[in-house]
């Protein structure tokens, strides 16, 4: 099957009027990734080269977030909505380019295994022209049942068409299948609208395989891969599945996590063996965590990157561009951001690092802040090699204290200090009327020239 090409079609172009919201319902997200996306992955994974998004409400928004999540993918608009038929065939184009197997996928299906859909690709492979995605919910009660004889599948029939037999089976339509390449445009173009709401149904695509002589199987899915989400509570739930099973991954990887439960990942989440996260963290998107890091409880973590054998926490937040280096520690109450914290190098309580270094083995006292912006610009704190800065001390950027530059505490930093040098900035308060706004003005008029300089 690796010499197979695929082409995913996922229809992403409900309104989701149940999700309550102005947001296309697809791109509402599942672990900091929106579930259109999770479908793609799950496509991608089961070998699928091509992707084809049927798009309609939010249409461009969609189009938007595909630059993102799938770069290289098609889009198609679905006018109007005449059934899941007519909006396979809106990507008629991507169709026809001579794939050998086409997956029908549904953009609202975050949780689908890539297994399941590499299963029913297979069922193409060994001969099959159809092949359906079926699974077994609790209850199949509001569910189309896959109707089987002979190991081959007849029919799709909707609950409502269903004799009083029919109802028992617990065998149902999950909506996805598979289609080969050879026989798709042919099979939905004889797709009729013949029903009560006058829509291109693609179930219909079963029997009329079948009328062909054609082979028509189901392949199964577990409950959950099949789960649909129609408003926010469902997302919910599938959110915390999602979870659960990220949950698991890492802890079979070699992870320690100590209340599971509590502990929540995004879809992009690293992390390395013999790491130990307590409970109560929260990963956002872009974190990478070596091994042997230990991560304490109420942490809060996104786009940052965690050397081996680093500590953090508790409740330490580390947003996007913090680096810790190897055996770096950043301590309780403790934020940074854009920021390298090199080898060793110790942040320990209260204190705020942004747009700087730490050198290695340099130690960081109780509420020191790294003054990095003015109300209209940023500025970088270089901090040298095993460097002390005292508690409660303000560093006012542009600014760099020198390899084992020591800084008095309380003290506020304006100047460069030299290696191996003390510095002391306290001083009496000095109120001068009128001087504040004056620069406000002047950084204003520095900022607004610095943009134009770069348009």
């Not at 994974?45 to 977030?65: F, N, P």
């Not at 859909?117 to 359906?132: I, N, S």
């Not at 974190?287 to 230990?294: H, M």
């Amino acid at each position: 099957m690796s010499q197979r090409s695929c082409l995913s079609v996922i229809l992403a172009a409900g309104e989701g009027t149940r999700m309550k919201s102005a947001m296309p319902k697809v791109l509402h997200a599942i672990a900091g990734l929106p579930m259109v996306a999770h479908v793609v992955k799950a496509a991608e994974s089961a070998g699928a080269s091509g992707v084809a998004l049927v798009i309609g409400h939010g249409a461009e928004e969609m189009r938007k977030a595909a630059q993102k999540f799938a770069p290289k993918a098609e889009t198609f608009v679905q006018e109007k909505r005449l059934g899941t038929a007519h909006a396979v065939l809106a990507a008629r184009e991507a169709i026809s380019k001579g794939y050998d197997d086409i997956l029908v996928m549904f953009g609202d299906t975050p949780l689908i295994d890539a297994q399941a859909l590499a299963a029913a690709r297979q069922k193409l492979a060994a001969g099959a022209a159809v092949a359906v995605i079926g699974f077994r919910p609790p209850s199949p009660t509001g569910y189309g049942r896959l109707i089987e004889k002979g190991g081959r599948l007849v029919a799709i029939r909707e609950e409502k068409d269903c004799s009083d037999e029919e109802k028992k089976i617990g065998f149902c339509n999950a909506g996805m299948m598979a289609v080969a390449g050879k026989h798709a445009l042919r099979l939905l173009d004889k797709i009729g609208n013949k029903n009560a709401k006058g829509e291109f149904y693609l179930t219909d695509i079963v029997e009329i395989a079948g009328v062909e002589g054609l082979d028509v199987v189901a392949t199964e899915a577990s409950f959950e891969s099949a789960l649909g989400i129609n408003n926010r509570a469902e997302l919910a739930e599938a959110e915390a599945i999602w979870q659960a099973r990220r949950r698991r991954e890492a802890m079979l990887s070699g992870v320690t996590l100590i209340a599971p439960e509590t502990v929540y990942f995004s879809h992009d989440t690293e992390i390395g063996a013999d790491t130990i996260i307590e409970p109560n963290v929260w990963f956002g998107p872009g974190v990478r965590i070596a091994s042997g890091a230990k991560i304490h409880a109420f942490s809060h973590i996104e786009g940052a990157t965690i050397a081996s054998n680093c500590d953090v926490g508790p409740f330490a937040r580390l947003r996007p561009g913090a680096d810790l280096r190897n055996k770096a520690k950043v301590g309780n109450f403790c934020e940074v951001k854009q920021a390298t914290i090199e080898e060793g190098a110790k942040v320990n309580h209260l204190t705020y690092i942004g747009d700087a270094r730490v050198g290695a083995a340099a130690n960081i006292g109780a509420g020191t802040i790294t003054c990095n912006y003015d109300g209209y610009s940023k500025f970088f704190t270089d901090i040298g090699e095993g460097a002390f800065v005292g508690s409660n001390s303000s560093l006012v950027a542009p600014v760099s204290i020198g390899k084992g530059g020591y800084i008095a505490s309380g003290s506020v930093i304006t100047e460069c200090v030299p290696d191996d040098a003390l510095a002391f900035g306290r001083a009496r308060q000095k109120t001068i009327p009128g001087k504040g706004k004056e620069l406000r003005a002047r950084f204003a008029s520095a900022a607004a020239a610095k943009k134009k300089a770069a348009e």
